[in-house]
């Protein structure tokens, strides 16, 4: 293999919302694609949560004190903590019917694993109806003892759209955050890490996924990382991002990796 650029041919027409035909790789895609990976990977891991009305403020408080209470029980011991996740309202079949509900994707596993058997002690109905008050009661009573020592700060979209939130965990402030990341971008260059982690690919998708344009004026930013790469190929060709590609390292959820198979093979041609 020699240190010559290579032409990678799009096969999609949805190229002009961020570039303009066809573009080179460079040989550092090519060595990322070649080198051996004995990574563990897994899915994103999410949870649905069916509700009533989707304008019912009664549920959207309740949703938003699982989300304060458990992000205080999972991270208690764990310093300063920060992610982003992915959340929108959704329709799903539950139970042989269509509702609408809460919908939040994460990298952040045992997070996602506490949210979820935390809404099930209410929702579910072979839990018997005392249990399940008595569930609520001390969740309620947790999120107040929370609120006597900690600055809590909570601002999120109920929306249809994808939406990114970030959580934020911070014991030396005493303060819980969960809110709109302060950068929002199709651009990659625009993130403070150039999208090399989970929680900025995650703020990346969700701009691209609300967004009829996509900028970038650093394409090396994006030929520079494969996993990214691989994404913007999938946006080239197909026109969308889709979130159950996504891999996170086991050992480092923070590490993202993206399947796209066709550009696998593409670049096996320039590998050996």
């Known amino acids: 293999m020699n240190d010559r650029e290579t032409e990678i041919e799009t096969h999609g027409d949805y190229s002009p919302g961020f570039v303009d035909g066809d573009y080179k790789i460079e040989k550092t895609i090519i060595n990322q694609h070649s080198s051996p990976k004995k990574t563990r990977w897994r899915e994103l891991e999410w949870y649905f949560s069916p509700i009533l009305t989707v304008d019912d403020d009664v549920q959207r408080r309740l949703f938003i004190a699982h989300l304060v209470v458990q992000l205080h029980r999972v991270y208690k011991n764990s310093g300063y903590v920060n992610f982003v996740s992915l959340f929108c309202l959704a329709d799903i079949e539950h139970e042989d019917k269509q509702l609408p509900g809460y919908c939040l994707l994460s990298h952040q596993t045992k997070y996602i694993g506490a949210v979820k058997k935390s809404l099930r002690s209410l929702s579910d109905s072979s839990i018997p109806k005392e249990t399940r008050q008595e569930y609520y009661n001390s969740l309620i009573k947790e999120l107040d003892d ?118 696998d093979v593409e670049l096996q041609r320039y590998s050996n």
């Not at 709109?180 to 996924?209: G, H, M, R, W």
């Not at 991002?241 to 923070?254: A, F, G, L, T």
């Open 146 to 263: 929370i609120e006597k020592d900690w600055t809590l700060s909570i601002k999120m979209k109920f929306s249809d759209d994808l939406s990114a939130i970030e959580f934020t965990y911070d014991p030396d402030t005493c303060q819980i955050k969960i809110s709109v990341p302060k950068v929002i971008s199709t651009d990659p260059t625009d993130y403070p890490n150039k999208v090399k982690n989970t929680s900025e690919f995650l703020t990346f998708i969700a701009a691209v996924s609300t967004s009829q344009i996509g900028m970038c004026n650093d394409l090396e930013c994006i030929m520079s990382y494969y996993p990214l790469h691989k994404c913007y190929f999938d946006i080239l060709d197909n026109g969308k991002v889709s979130p159950s590609n996504i891999r996170v390292n086991v050992e480092d959820c923070e590490e993202y990796d993206y399947v796209n198979p066709s550009v």
